[in-house]
C-alpha cells in the first residue's frame, strides 16, 4: 500500500535560516511526490513536484525538494526561511486504489518561521 | 495557473438541513474532481473521486447516501450533505485534475475550501 510519512507535527525555524520539512514514502513503483502548502482556512497551493529527471527539484517561493531513493525521502528545503512561510505543509505521493490514480497525503507538517 | 473555484466559503445550517458545495473549474475542463474533508489540525482525507458522468467512486467509510457527489459537467461537481448533523462539521475541499497530460503526472488544482458549521 502507497503511503506518506512527515515524521513533524511542527519545525521552528528563525528567520533567515535554512529550513527542511521531511517526508518520506513507501510506494511500489516509481514514485510520484508532490509538495503542497495551506494557509489558514485556504485550500492547497502547489509548491513543487517529482516524477522523474534529476533529484532535486525546484519549485514555487524559493522552495526546493530532494528525492532520494535509496532513503525514500522527499524532504523540502528553502535556504532562507521568511516568516511568510509560516503554513502547512503537505506531502503527497500519488496511489491508485478503485481503479482510479489519486494523491494520498501525508499528515502535514506545521513550520513557525520566527523573526 | 489553472484556477478551481469552491463555493460557498463558509456555511452554517440547521442541524437536519442539507447543504450544496460547488466545485468550478474556471480555466480548463476536469475530467476528475476528488473531495477531501479536513478536520482541525488534522491532514486531508479523501472522501470520494468523481468522473464527469459517472457515479462517484467513494472510499472506504464515507456514506455515499450521506454525501451526494455529483459531476454533470467538465467544469462542475457538487458535494451535498444530507440531513447534516454536527458531527459532519468540517472544512471541506475540492480538487480538480486538467484533462492534458493524462492521470497524475501533473498537479492537482484545489479549491478554496468551504468551512461547514452544523448547529
Known amino acids: 500500500a502507497q503511503s506518506v510519512a512527515q515524521p513533524e507535527d511542527q519545525v521552528n525555524v528563525a528567520e533567515g535560516n535554512p529550513l527542511t520539512v521531511k517526508c518520506t514514502y513507501s510506494v511500489s513503483g516509481n514514485p510520484y511526490l508532490f509538495w503542497y502548502v495551506q494557509y489558514p482556512n485556504r485550500g492547497l497551493q502547489f509548491l513543487l513536484k517529482y516524477i522523474t529527471g534529476d533529484n532535486l527539484v525546484k519549485g514555487s517561493y524559493g522552495f526546493e525538494a530532494e528525492f532520494n531513493k535509496s532513503q525514500t525521502s522527499f524532504h523540502l528545503k528553502k535556504p532562507s526561511a521568511l516568516v511568510s512561510d509560516s503554513a502547512l505543509y503537505f506531502c503527497?505521493?500519488?496511489?491508485?486504489?478503485?481503479?482510479?490514480?489519486?494523491?494520498?497525503f501525508g499528515a502535514g507538517t506545521r513550520l513557525a518561521v520566527h523573526p | 495557473g489553472a484556477v478551481v473555484s469552491q463555493h460557498p466559503s463558509w456555511v452554517i445550517c440547521k442541524s437536519g438541513t442539507s447543504v450544496k458545495i460547488e466545485c468550478r473549474s474556471l480555466?480548463?475542463?476536469?475530467?476528475?474532481m476528488f473531495w477531501y474533508r479536513q478536520f482541525p489540525k488534522q491532514s486531508l482525507m479523501l472522501m470520494a473521486t468523481?468522473?464527469?458522468?459517472?457515479?462517484?467512486?467513494?472510499e472506504q467509510g464515507v456514506e455515499k447516501d450521506k454525501f451526494l457527489i455529483n459531476h454533470a459537467s467538465l467544469t462542475l461537481s457538487t458535494l451535498t450533505v444530507t440531513s447534516a448533523h454536527p458531527e459532519d462539521s468540517s472544512f471541506y475541499i475540492c480538487?480538480?485534475?486538467?484533462?492534458?497530460?493524462?492521470?497524475?503526472?501533473?498537479?492537482?488544482?484545489f479549491g478554496e475550501g468551504s468551512r461547514l458549521t452544523v448547529l
Open positions: 503527497a505521493v500519488r496511489g491508485f486504489s478503485g481503479g482510479y490514480n489519486k494523491l494520498i
Open positions: 480555466d480548463f475542463q476536469a475530467t476528475t
Open positions: 480538487s480538480a485534475m486538467g484533462l492534458a497530460g493524462g492521470g497524475l503526472t501533473g498537479e492537482l488544482f
Open positions: 468523481s468522473n464527469e458522468g459517472s457515479k462517484a467512486t467513494y
